[in-house]
């Protein structure tokens, strides 16, 4: 039987993969302690919901950066879907495309941005897909702006700039399955030299704001600061004029025991004031999540391992499966609170129920 919920394709993709490579996808740092907690966030969340608001027709759709899209969820980034299935990236861009999706291409991406672009834009040639590009700014500046130009190149309308991550995370399940580099044959394409020689990520403790200045200087695509947590670093990035904010502990895999995002939603709403479209992403499995961190305050929010589930269990069907599952699962839940559209939620929608999770 198909799956019929986000958790049983976790289920497939578990049996079909090999179990080195699930742990990489489904591995937090440490203890897993923020990985946990991220689901727990939103199950603490009740749902209050509106009645006889007179809505008959509803809509998912919203638009993000000037740009419409057909859910308020976007495909955070994700390394390596070659992992996953051989078809890799390029399934996951025709069913984001298919599906009116933006898909972030993570700069870890087993499949060069510019084939990736050429994917999604083949899945739907009647609109243009929204393609957003992740990047970690890499101490060599030149080959970091050579990135950017690629992405720009490629039709990539926004960068993505990933904060939180001056040092690799410590995914204890990788170091106990020996899981260091990729497989022969596979490789980050996006840092391949004009030479054929493929660069290693580097990161890096020295970034700072300065890093985010430069950064502005050198391109007119909109900047999202990924993995910003603390509410006094939310206004600074308003400061540097960044132009949104994903709210992300990086689904558990880097700082283990920094809070579960969802919670950090109403604070960081609160420090930014409008001023900046906030998105947020980690343990978002069901459209009432997704309602859930709208009516707290964010524009979207990101999945990252369902959509690795879906890819691992069937390829571009299981991706549009699972876009499918989520979209069908936040127009219900929209339906049941008394919305009719995601503009409508707002926080007095949602009750903080203390003991549960
Ligand atoms: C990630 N994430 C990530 N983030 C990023 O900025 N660049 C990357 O290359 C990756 N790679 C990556 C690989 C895998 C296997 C996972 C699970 C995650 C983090 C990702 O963008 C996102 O923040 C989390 O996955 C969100 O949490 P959920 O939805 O997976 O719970």
Redesign the pocket.
Known sequence: MAPLTLAEFEAVARERLDPVHYD????GAGDETT?RA??AGFARLALLPRVLRGNGTRTTATTLFGRDTELPVVI?????HRLAHPDGELATARAAAGAGVVL?V????TTPVEQIAAAARAAAPERAPTLWF?L?VQPDLEFTEHLVRRAESAGCTAL?V?V??PVFGRRERDHRNGFHDLPAGLCCENLREPGGAVRR?EMSAELSWAHIDWLRQRTALPIVL??VLHPEDALLAVEHGVDGL?V??????QLDTAPATVELLPEIAAAVAGRLPLLV?????RGTDVVKALALGASAV?????V?WGLAAAGERGVREVLALLREEVDHTLALCGAASPRELGPDLVRRQEGVC
């Not at 990489?24 to 591995?27: I, L, P, Q, R």
């Not at 992300?248 to 895999?253: D, I, K």
């Open positions: 990489f996808f489904a591995g990985l991220n689901r955070s980034p994700t390394a390596f972030v993570s700069m870890a991406a992740q970690y993505v990933t939180d991550s990520i990924k993995g994903l992300s502990n990086h689904g558990g895999r992403d980690g343990g978002v499995r990101g999945v990252g391992r369902p690795l």
